[in-house]
């Protein structure tokens, strides 16, 4: 059993290893370093026999063999193991990563496995030798030029890695010791490769430790990272923090010394150290603060640990009485634990000096659950059951499972990890108490759907902290959440709109788009054609419903009005499809040879050189409107949409010359056209939405007819369609607003 004992296996004693500060030099790892944590006699007997056998194995696998670093292979399976030895695993899992990939490398197969080592460590070495297998996929479609991390074929890999994964926990935690080796030896592979990996790594591995709560491995594996993608940043920081170290230890250790004497006089018994600080953390409290280097590296930090938890809450009674606690500050994890069973307070307070000094207090079994994760508390019996209550406790990384039925598409199925399983969380609670786990940025809607599918269903409103706020507002840490809902009526499809922002998760998105599929079908077309129709009349892009149903791959176009009935297509998507298609441009071919294609303030003119372009003001073509150019005399190329009447009832076609957009991103004068219900304040709410989107107005005109209706023409610079489809929505949302288009060409 991994972290506790069971008969003739011994408890495994986690070993403390001390960084230095080059993450990438360390010594050779030997049997015995592993040997030496199984007590020799009796109990240690089965264990140590079990290693020895398991170490034989894969030396003979990987004889001979060299890794890209210039390392003996064998020092790769001997580091994984010994990783998995550090944060606690027992017996089974060690052997298991000194086995990860003997499969791989010699002639022996799963089978046979099984027969020497038992059925436990021959599925481990199974999972993670598919997961090499994947891995190697994607190293070589890098090799050969076809990939990046967000292609189809890489996202599709890391889903097949995910899918393996949750099959059995451990084979995450073997998965997550053999990348964290691989990233302290990456510096034998190619720059774009080593660049390729760290960002791979950063993107999924550190925060995959992080949600397993192992924070040895995530610290490092972040520092690895960001040493790779952003090397002189990482060598900036590191230098400043070498210059300043021996200040701020003589800071920290006087604060220790301070609170050691008067726990001392309180007769609590406790350990005190300075927190480390690293590299990645500093990098990003800089950009998220908005701050140099001195005003974050001066927070400085401590943990108290001690022995039971009144100790605990008696020396932050202690902490607040020798210096000012700052309002606000103050997280109690051990009465609401995190999900992966992280427990701790956190306050910072303002010492002597009047610089922030930050403190957590925690007991023995909560740092080492802090230190080691779930792996500290690890209730696989090797050869009996699980405990269902530590099953319980990481049900939500079972849940990957969920996206094996629901989510086909590969990039859809990375986001959805991204933002539901690997995100900054916030923690909220239900009004009887209980805590729920949700992602960063998170609504009421996300909340319904988290407490349970039909509360989601019928979610019509709701109170936070006794306040009623809106479904799109964002929930934050300790918002104590109630859901007003309905008996009747289900989800709303504005909630799959995500320019509306009432959904962040892929849970929910899943369940309303699960409870539309089982609507009337007619229905559904209905609705998605009217979808459709309304978008594209309020865009004035003239195409036809079948023309934008092709560019999703559907060629009948009832399955494509289905799919935006479902609510499997949203608005923001045909906007941006629109924006992305281009027309196939014949080729021009001018009178005299021609030109290399020439790029004129973002428009590209072919056949010719040195022309200027200028947009046409009677139909204001947007980057994505299939355009087309017009040579005037003496004013250069007038570019137009292709279906402007001004264009198509011309007599002298042979002035028309085929244009695109360039490729890169331009701002393009557009107007939009708003009809309200005149009341306060709706201008200043009109212009918040256009300026929360970074877009710049550059020309208003207002009036008011003999109704009361307010009647706004404003102009702004917005870069495609998608980005004016977003701001259509969110201005037709606001209250008294009839209808919000962009204003049609004459």
Known sequence: MDGTSTAGIPTIVPIRRKLTRDMTRRPPIHLSDILEHFPQGEEGNEARQLIKDAYQVAKAAHAEKQRKSGEPYIQHPLTVAHLLLNIGMGPDTVAAGLLHDVVEDSELDVEELETQFGSDIATLVDGVTKLERIE????????LGESTLRDTHEIESLRKMFLAMAQDIRVVVIKLADRLHNMRTVNGLEPARQKTFAQETMEIFAPLANRLGVWQWKWELEDLSFRYIHPETYSEIASLIKQRRPEREESVQQHIDILKERLGAEEIKAEITGRPKHIYSIHRKMERKDVPFSQVYDVR?????????PACYRVLGIVHGLWNPIPGEFDDYIATPKDNMYQSLHTAVV?????????????????????????????????????????????????????????????????????????????????????????????????????????????????????????????????????????????????????????????????????????????????GREIVERELKRL?????????????????????????????????????KIAESQPEEEEFIPPTPPAPVKEIEGIEVQGTGGLLTRLAQCCQPLPGDEIIGYVTQGRGVSIHRRDCSNVLHRSDQERLIEVSWGPELQTIPVTIYVTAFDRPKLINEISGIIGAEGINI????????????????????????????RILTKVERLPNVIEAHRQAGH
């Not at 190697?136 to 090799?143: A, F, G, P, R, T």
């Not at 930090?301 to 938890?309: F, N, P």
């Not at 995500?498 to 962040?504: D, E, F, S």
């Not at 550059?698 to 489809?725: C, M, P, W």
Request: hydrophobic share 35%.
């Open 540 to 576: 004035d892009v003239r195409v036809s419903h079948e023309h934008v149903g092709k560019l999703f791959g559907y060629n009948g176009v009832d399955d494509f009005h289905a799919a935006v009935g479902f609510g499997d297509i949203n608005t923001q998507q045909i906007a941006g």
């Open 301 to 309: 930090g401590i943990r108290v640990i001690v022995d039971t938890v």
């Open 351 to 527: 010492s002597d000096d009047g610089k922030t000094l930050e403190v957590q207090i925690r007991t023995w079994e909560m740092h080492h659950i802090a230190e080691y994760g779930i792996a500290a508390h690890w209730r696989y019996k090797e050869g009996g059951k699980r405990d269902r209550e530590f099953e319980t406790k990481i049900a939500w990384l079972r849940s990957l499972m969920e996206w094996r039925q629901e989510v086909t598409d590969a990039s859809e199925f990375l986001d959805a990890m991204k933002t539901d399983v690997f995100q900054d969380r916030v923690y909220t609670f239900t009004p009887k108490g209980k805590l729920l786990d949700l992602p960063l940025g998170a609504t009421p809607v996300d909340f319904a759907y988290h407490v349970h599918t039909e509360v989601g269903h019928q979610c019509r409103g709701a109170r936070v902290n006794g306040k009623l706020v809106s479904l799109d507002y964002e929930l934050k840490n300790g918002d104590q959440v109630e859901i007003l809902t309905a008996r009747r009526g289900g989800p709303s499809r504005d909630w799959l709109n995500p320019a509306l922002g009432y959904v962040k998760t892929s849970r929910a998105r899943s369940k309303i788009r699960h409870w539309f599929r089982k609507q009337d079908q007619k229905k559904n077309i209905d609705q």
């Open 136 to 143: 190697q996929e994607k190293i070589e479609s890098i090799e």
């Open 698 to 725: 550059t020309g208003l005109r207002h009036k008011i007819n003999e109704r009361n209706i307010s009647v706004f023409y404003i102009t702004l610079d917005v870069n495609n369609i998608a980005q004016l489809s």
